[in-house]
């Protein structure tokens, strides 16, 4: 199994800062790799597909870069409804596995 | 507009096997690309995928979880059906459906829409 190791488990920031969130696969996933936002009580959300592609309807200030087995969510500029926990999941072979999840905190 | 919405029990006995079903509406699991995973989440914990059905009728599972897992679909009634045996209370979970439409070679294999989850608790 790929396993999927997130960076940092949290992290505290404040509105209008700027934020890297590093998810590496145990193996090269060439560019398999999804991010998702989840807020409590709610399903996940996709933010990101095949590492760098925005996902329509989600807001430019997130972008995603990396390939084979280092990969980045960027958020340019918090804001207050970014405050949640973001997931990285590979999609290059079974089982589909996700990391363990970043959850981000207003400082 | 697509939608899919977990249903099942609740609450369920150690060792009972569990039954849910994953309703959808908007697209068809018979479309070519098409795919239908199970994902669930322990509270409080990280998401954990569990399986995947696609258009084709092929199925993956997770490794550790494999031997207890079986995912099927009902194309007319836009349903997939995901059954775990033997439970036990670290089983209790949220579980999620969610749909790929990008589920064939090369395609990014992203979840794009998801149900609201349903969360079942195993206790005696």
């Known amino acids: 199994d790929i396993q999927m190791t997130q960076s940092p488990s949290s992290l505290s920031a404040s509105v209008g800062d700027r934020v890297t969130i590093t998810c590496r696969p145990s193996?090269?996933?060439?560019?398999?790799l999804n991010w998702y936002q989840q807020k409590p009580g709610k399903a996940p959300k996709l933010l990101i597909y095949?590492?760098?592609n925005l996902q329509s309807g989600v807001p430019s200030r997130f972008s995603g870069s990396g390939s084979g087995t280092d990969f980045t969510l960027t958020i340019s500029s918090l804001q207050p409804e970014d405050f949640a926990t973001y997931y990285c999941?590979?999609?290059?072979?079974?089982?589909?596995?996700f990391g363990q999840g970043t959850k981000l905190e207003i400082k | 507009q697509v939608t899919l919405r977990e249903s099942g029990p609740a609450l369920v006995k150690p060792t009972q096997t569990l039954t849910l079903t994953c309703t959808f509406s908007?697209?068809?699991?018979?479309?070519?690309?098409?795919?239908v995973y199970w994902i669930r989440q322990p509270p409080g914990k990280a998401l954990e995928w569990l399986a995947r059905?696609?258009?084709?009728?092929?199925?993956y599972y997770s490794t550790s979880l494999k031997t207890r897992l079986t995912i099927s679909k009902d194309t007319p009634k836009n349903r997939v059906v995901l059954t775990v045996t033997n439970m036990d209370p670290v089983d209790t979970a949220t579980y999620y459906c969610?749909?790929?439409?990008?589920?064939?070679?090369?395609?990014?294999?992203?979840?794009?829409?998801w149900g609201q989850g349903i969360l079942v608790t195993v206790s005696s």
């Open positions: 059905i696609d258009w084709d009728d092929d199925k």
């Open positions: 908007g697209f068809s699991l018979s479309t070519s690309g098409m795919c």
């Open positions: 193996q090269s996933i060439s560019s398999y």
């Open positions: 999941q590979q999609s290059y072979s079974s089982p589909y596995t």
């Open positions: 969610a749909r790929s439409g990008r589920c064939s070679g090369g395609s990014p294999g992203d979840l794009d829409y």
């Open positions: 095949a590492a760098s």
